[in-house]
């Protein structure tokens, strides 16, 4: 653990010319007491005096002047002056400011600790002067010294600690627990005032004295002493009672291990090694190896003054063994029991890595590489060395994980626990590294906590919702967690050690309250001003300015210094994600004031991300970012109020997340009542925006969806209001469904009153529209759009409201006949609109709202008129066309999504396929046999069809046909289906699939379709057949273009930036070659097609396939040939930080 350095600002001081100085040097009132004039008119043997706030910006005394202002007689007098004053004083508004009787003794604490902290000493000299220029550290003694006094007087610098992490910092450091805690410093009675203020925050419950504010009993030398009681303070006490939760597991554990007796292992271009690793096969497993790199930011980085490790992928050695596989589950088991995990834990191999002498790697957490990762699982292999400890660190507590002690071990620990791998002395450290996983499918579970143990988390958090919702002081709470999270992992399979344990603690206290409790990123935004007065930042910032005009990339003058704030301008926290506890994102962007944090300590020591803005003479403006993993308590009362804090900064903010999750949840039966207050009251705090911006609401069916929901659960004025303000954005398949609920009453009487519930927001005040006029209209409007006077196109969204307007009519087969069939054969190029009109008048004839008889033959004729016109080699998937959005060259004025909306809506998927292909088995007959009509004409156009159209389409498609044929009694042996199944089949091999590709050969890669200079050196290098890797010295512009060419060419090698040298080279090395990328493209669409086949049945299979069936045999041979082999991520898969 090392002390972070902020700032080393030394400061000119302005000595007083006596050796006496009076701190108090204003005006004193006539009205303090006179025993307060007297003190405040005192002087203190000290050359000057010097107040907290000077400490907290950085200062620090060194040379003649530490020596005079820390001389024992100054230290003597200070302490007489602090005492007095607050004795004297205690009673008196010393700063006319109302700042109340506390004030004489924040006063004289001001000074005393300045002095005590300023005039810390060792043997060696001052501490503050030592520790800003790093030589000493945070465990030495004089780290130990400033920690204590920082954390007793709330210092800000040079350490920002609190009291629990002093106490967590002291146990785990050196030194005996509880040795030197006051360090020989001054004992003084208003030291232990200010140290049972800080003790009450973190154990409110024993703060021993007298229980009174200004403690006069003590300043009085009174000696009695009675205990407090609990305090009251909601937060305070719930703070308390979360971490008072045992905790279950640790954070990090390591174990010695036997590995099984048939564990082998064998490196390509090796061979078998030997067990234990000898030198000699070291060194020729070091000739396959590479250096491994590690991420910064989006760069992948070598650099072996941070990293200096070998590493193999997965595919380059292999695992032989019987056991070893059963043995790495019984190690998952131990994984899960050590850490508390009660869910079933798996692992997957990453790298194998080796550390010869001097290897290490500098302190670092890992990267979350697969789902569900958790953490992370390292397998000493038998190897003899010395050194290459890991030292693992996680809330003040630290494990040391020392490999070289065993012939073979295991150590595992959560992902974001801070490590580092110290250098190896001797010897080759020789591991393998995985990844370590919950399932997908397993539930996380936990044992149930006894009432008692549940009563103080339920007690506290009862008497809160006692309250009425506008006297709460805290409206909802945030319980910041332990372990780190991201925007991506913040959810409840996520949380990991003491976070699980508290969050089932506290999901089970308050199960039956009427609380919701979410999960989320908090974020806590500071703005302000760098201070700029350190002096190597200062020779050095008018140097950085002037190359950031010439050159990209520049030294960055925060480095290795990372300056805070001297002034915050603005604070603001949000919650960034809230999610579920099923997982599912409520909302993102809400602001959240400081006050719903538990702990006010929760962002202390976490790093943060920065942004710096210069600004000429005028200084540099920062924004700092610190984010935390957090439970969100929130009481159902208080529910739309949160979700309705969005934060209006973003021009991107809009209720329409929040609104759309709330309706899932009161679509749901057996509905709470609280969900349709929330929803009630989520709408109405959004329509100012929603009228102000309508196209905040994309998704249209929302606000349909709501009125829905709260005509049936009797929230008549939301209808109201919606209908009346919003009836533009509203789809007309709402209308339809409004009229049905009107008229679905059989009383007249009750037909009226929903009329009337309604009639405000749907009609004008003045009638009722005649039956005759509505149905003309209709008649007329449709005809419009088959005269030309209307759109010009269709898609599949007009389908359902031009059908169901024939339910208006008495003859509705007639109405078809008249204006929709036209329709349907006017938009050929619309397949969207007629395969959708084909499917609602299936729908329309299955629920009896048509003539069955009548309507078949209708839907006969239409679907054969569709099967002769369509070129069902044209149609495409929603997913094509999105990709061909993004590629294709448009017009300025012409966006890639505007143009993906125009062809979205005539879009065909899998499922309409099935839909239509289920339609004609229904509809067809010896006479009119549409099914077979449209399979001939499918067979015939299957060399036209696309890969894309066999992967999207024609695949899943394939399997969804046998449910239908079985539902409609149709033997599989049928030659008809057989036929067609065993043609798409062999589309899906010959034209989606393909033969399989040769085995690699060369080295030579296609170049890039880009020909500047920079990449035409690079294209040089990849067509050369032996050339493995190369550097491209080169500013950060042009290595951002030559690597973007790269991704965007898909071509097979990996790309990283080396920083040691300057400029940064850019690092380009092939690992795959050609017909390597093919045939892995291969594997994959192979794959692909063998999972789609393995969900039907085999004995279905093989009588639809007949001799076609060997051919689907063969492929899933081939996968289970390499299925034995060891696999690997990947190509081109961004590197994460491993062990």
Excluded at 255 to 279: M, T
Excluded at 962 to 967: A, F, K, R, T
Excluded at 1062 to 1069: A, G, I, K
């Amino acid at each position: 653990m090392r002390f972070p350095i902020f700032t080393s600002i030394v400061f000119t001081l302005t000595t007083h010319s006596a050796t006496a100085y009076r701190p108090w040097n204003s005006t004193i009132p006539e009205s303090f007491n006179e025993e307060c004039r007297k003190v405040l008119s005192t002087e203190i043997d000290c050359p000057y005096f010097l107040r907290r706030e000077w400490v907290d910006d950085g200062y620090y005394l060194k040379g003649e002047r530490a020596e005079a202002y820390c001389s024992s007689s100054c230290r003597s007098s200070l302490g007489q002056y602090s005492g007095d004053l607050t004795a004297a004083c205690v009673n008196e508004d010393i700063w006319g400011e109302n700042t109340g009787p506390q004030a004489a003794l924040d006063f004289s604490m001001s000074l005393l600790a300045a002095q005590m902290i300023l005039c810390v000493a060792d043997e060696e000299g001052p501490c503050l002067e030592a520790l800003y220029k790093r030589e000493r550290d945070l465990c030495s003694e004089c780290g130990l010294k400033v920690a204590y006094l920082s954390a007793m007087f709330e210092f800000k610098k040079p350490l920002n600690i609190s009291s629990k992490q002093f106490m967590c910092l002291q146990e785990n450091c050196a030194k005996e627990p509880g040795t030197n805690t006051t360090f020989g410093l001054l004992s003084s009675k208003s030291l232990i005032v200010t140290v049972s203020r800080e003790m009450a925050l973190d154990n409110p419950a024993t703060v021993s004295g007298s229980g009174s504010d200004n403690d006069e009993d003590k300043q009085s030398g009174a000696n009695n002493s009675s205990t407090m009681a609990t305090n009251d303070d909601f937060k305070v006490d719930l703070l308390k009672a979360i971490k008072d939760v045992k905790i279950v597991g640790k954070f990090a554990f390591d174990q010695e291990i036997e590995i099984p007796e048939d564990f082998s292992i064998s490196v390509r271009g090796v061979g078998d090694i030997k067990l234990p690793l000898k030198k000699a096969q070291a060194v020729k497993i070091i000739t396959q190896a590479r250096q491994a790199p590690f991420g910064k930011g989006s760069d992948t980085i070598v650099d072996t003054s941070v990293r200096k490790t070998w590493e193999l992928d997965p595919e380059q050695f292999t695992i032989g063994g019987d056991e070893w596989s059963d043995y790495l589950k019984e190690l998952c088991e131990l994984v899960a029991q050590k850490m508390g995990i009660k869910t079933p834990v798996h692992a997957e191999l990453y790298k194998m890595l080796l550390y010869e002498k001097d290897a290490m790697f500098k302190a670092h957490t890992d990267t979350e590489k697969i789902p569900d990762m958790f953490g992370t699982l390292v397998v000493s292999l038998p190897s003899k060395h010395k050194g290459g400890e890991v030292v693992l660190e996680h809330c003040g507590e630290e494990v040391i994980y020392e490999s070289s002690k065993s012939q073979a071990s295991c150590a595992a620990w959560y992902s974001d626990v801070h490590h580092e791998v110290l250098p190896v002395a001797s010897g080759y450290r020789w591991v393998l590294t995985y990844n370590l996983a919950i399932g997908q499918s397993s539930p996380r579970t936990f044992d149930a906590f006894s009432e008692a143990k549940l009563r103080p988390l339920s007690e506290c958090v009862k008497g809160w919702l006692a309250q009425e919702q506008k006297d709460r002081k805290t409206p909802y709470a945030c319980h910041v967690l332990d372990h780190e999270y991201t925007q991506a992992n913040i959810s409840q399979k996520s949380l990991k050690g003491a976070d699980m344990t508290r969050f089932m603690a506290l999901q089970q206290a308050l199960e039956g309250y009427p609380v919701t409790i979410y999960l989320a990123l908090l974020e806590r935004e500071e703005i302000g001003m760098v201070d700029f007065a350190e002096p190597e930042m200062q020779a050095f910032y008018p140097l950085s300015l002037a190359l950031s005009r010439t050159i990209d990339t520049y030294p960055d003058p925060f480095k290795g210094y990372h300056p805070s704030l001297y002034s915050v301008d603005e604070t603001v926290c949000r919650l960034k994600t809230l999610r579920d506890l099923q997982g599912e994102t409520v909302t993102d962007e809400l602001v959240v004031t400081e006050n719903c944090i538990l702990d006010p300590s929760a962002f202390k020591g976490v790093k943060s991300e920065k942004a710096y803005e210069f600004s000429g003479n005028s200084g540099t403006t920062a924004t700092h970012w610190y984010r935390r993993g957090t439970i969100v308590i929130v009481p159902h009362d208080s529910v739309a109020g949160l979700l309705s804090q969005l934060d209006d900064r973003f021009c991107y903010s809009s209720p329409e997340m929040q609104i759309k999750y709330i309706v899932h949840l009161c679509s749901q039966p057996d509905v709470q009542d609280h969900l349709i207050s929330t929803m009630a009251g989520l709408v109405e705090n959004a329509m100012p925006k929603l009228e102000t911006n309508p196209d905040l609401m994309k998704d249209k069916s929302v606000l349909s969806k709501v009125v829905k929901i709260a005509l049936q659960h009797k929230r008549y004025q939301i209808v109201e209001d919606i209908l009346a303000k919003f009836y533009k954005m509203l789809p007309s398949d709402l209308f339809i469904w409004l009229r049905q609920w009107v008229i679905e009453p059989d009383d007249d009487d009750k037909t009226l009153d929903n009329f009337n519930k309604l009639k405000k927001g749907v009609l004008p005040t003045d009638a009722l529209p005649t039956r005759g006029p509505i149905l003309e209209w209709t008649r007329q409007t449709l005809q419009n759009l088959l005269d030309g006077d209307g759109p010009t196109e269709v898609t599949a969204d007009d389908a359902l409201p031009v059908v169901d307007s024939a339910l208006y009519f008495e003859s509705k087969i007639a109405f078809l006949k008249e204006f929709v069939v036209p329709l349907f054969e006017k938009f050929p190029l619309a397949p969207g609109f007629r395969f959708m009109t084909l499917a609602r008048v299936m729908a329309l004839i299955e629920e009896d709202k048509l003539p069955r008889q009548e309507g078949m033959d209708l839907y006969r004729t239409m679907a054969g008129s569709l099967i002769e016109s369509q070129d069902f080699a044209s149609l495409q998937h929603p997913r094509t066309i999105h990709e061909q959005s993004e590629k294709r060259k448009l017009p300025p004025w012409l966006t890639s999504k505007m143009w993906a909306q125009r062809w979205l809506g005539n879009a065909i998927t899998d499922n309409d396929m099935r839909d239509f292909f289920s339609g004609l088995l229904k509809a067809s007959t010896k006479s009119g046999n549409v099914s077979g009509q449209f399979m001939s004409k499918i067979t015939k156009q299957l060399g036209r069809f696309s890969e894309a159209s066999f992967q999207l389409t024609w695949l899943p498609f394939l399997r969804s046909t046998i449910p239908l044929l079985e539902d409609e009694s149709i033997s599989l042996s049928t030659s008809t289906y057989k036929k067609f199944f065993s043609a798409v089949t062999r589309g899906i091999l010959d034209n989606f699939l393909g033969p399989e590709p040769r085995e690699p050969w060369t080295w030579a890669l296609a170049g890039v379709p880009c020909d500047c200079s920079d990449c035409e050196r690079v294209s040089a290098f990849l067509r050369h057949h032996t050339k493995m890797s190369e550097e491209y010295p080169m500013n950060k512009p042009r290595r951002t273009h030559v690597q973007q060419v790269l991704e965007k060419a898909g071509v097979g090698c990996s790309i990283q930036t080396r920083s040691d040298t300057s400029p940064y080279p850019l690092v380009v090395t092939k690992t795959s070659r050609p017909q390597g990328v093919k045939l892995g493209a291969w594997k994959k669409r192979r794959d692909q097609v063998l999972e789609e086949f393995d969900q039907i049945q085999p004995h279905h299979l093989k009588k639809l396939l007949g001799k076609e069936y060997k051919a689907i045999e063969q492929l899933r041979t081939g996968q289970k040939d390499q299925e034995n082999l060891s696999q690997g991520p990947q190509t081109g898969e961004k590197r994460g930080i491993d062990e």
